[in-house]
């Protein structure tokens, strides 16, 4: 059975005292009983606070960005060494806002994921077309370059460990969610493209999540589709309420 996972982006969101603030709301009122695994990814200087603040509770706590070599002169980066140590466990890759903004190409993202592996941290591994490609009827093409160019290369074994997330671009941030249908049948071709490459059990075993204008009000019907394994918020995850309503929607 694969895992169901809700990941929250907290982005350039949240100081160590506001980190604090959203941590305490969340562990509060967090149910004892939750079937989806929960992750936070605070700002790199609130990690550590977070890791050890979270130690005994079932939140696992992720970085937004990983580094793809493993020292030396990068000035300003943070290496995966680094985050392992601080209790990191996941790391967003692939985020459409670092293709973007920080033009990480997929051939940077393939390094960033086997440098993650290497050092036992969970990739969630994110794609997604924009609008253009959408309305061009090309949004299966490029997801399928995003896929094949920076995770294919992985063995079976390795490709089990990563975590898929679809978040269509223009549906980040903007309010316009998918549908629930345009989910399900972007992370079905997903889930048939990684049987091809792999195998039927590795696509059965891999957790993709939907990502984009996720909120309390449509959690549910987007996650009770069936190759939707959970979801990647981001602004609802840095409301303590509206990220629990979201995990008690799975
Ligand atoms: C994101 O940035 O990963 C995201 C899904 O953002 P939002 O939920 O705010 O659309």
Excluded at 91 to 110: F, K, T
Aim: net charge negative; glycine share 6%; proline share 4%.
């Amino acid at each position: 059975m694969r895992k169901k996972i809700v990941a929250g982006n907290w982005k350039m969101n949240c100081n160590l005292a506001e980190t604090k603030l959203l941590l305490e709301g969340l562990t509060q009122h967090l149910p004892n009983q939750i079937t989806a695994e929960v992750i936070v990814s605070p700002a790199f200087t609130n990690l550590h606070y977070a890791f050890e603040n979270l130690k005994e509770t079932p939140i696992h706590v992720a970085s937004q960005n990983i580094h793809e070599n493993d020292s030396g002169a990068f000035t300003g980066e943070i290496s995966a060494s680094m985050l392992k140590a601080v209790g990191v466990s996941h790391a967003i890759i692939g985020h459409s806002e670092r293709r973007e903004i920080y033009n990480e190409s997929d051939a940077l993202l393939q390094a960033k994921v086997n440098q993650s592996l290497a050092n036992e941290i969970t990739p969630l591994f994110c794609v997604g077309e924009k609008l253009p490609a959408r309305e061009a009827g090309q949004h299966f093409e490029v997801v399928k370059q995003q896929i094949e160019k920076a995770t294919f290369h992985l063995s079976a074994q390795e490709f089990k460990k990563i975590v898929v997330a679809y978040e269509p671009v223009w549906a980040i941030g903007t309010g316009k969610t998918a549908s629930p249908e345009q989910a399900q049948e972007m992370h079905k071709f997903i889930r048939d493209l990684i049987a091809q490459n792999y195998t039927e059990t590795v696509a059965d075993e891999i957790s993709i999540l939907y990502g984009g204008s996720v909120k309390p009000a449509n959690a549910k019907e987007i996650f009770s589709m069936p190759d939707v394994d959970g979801g990647l918020i981001g602004g609802a995850s840095l409301k303590a309420d509206d990220f629990i309503e979201i995990i008690k929607s799975i």
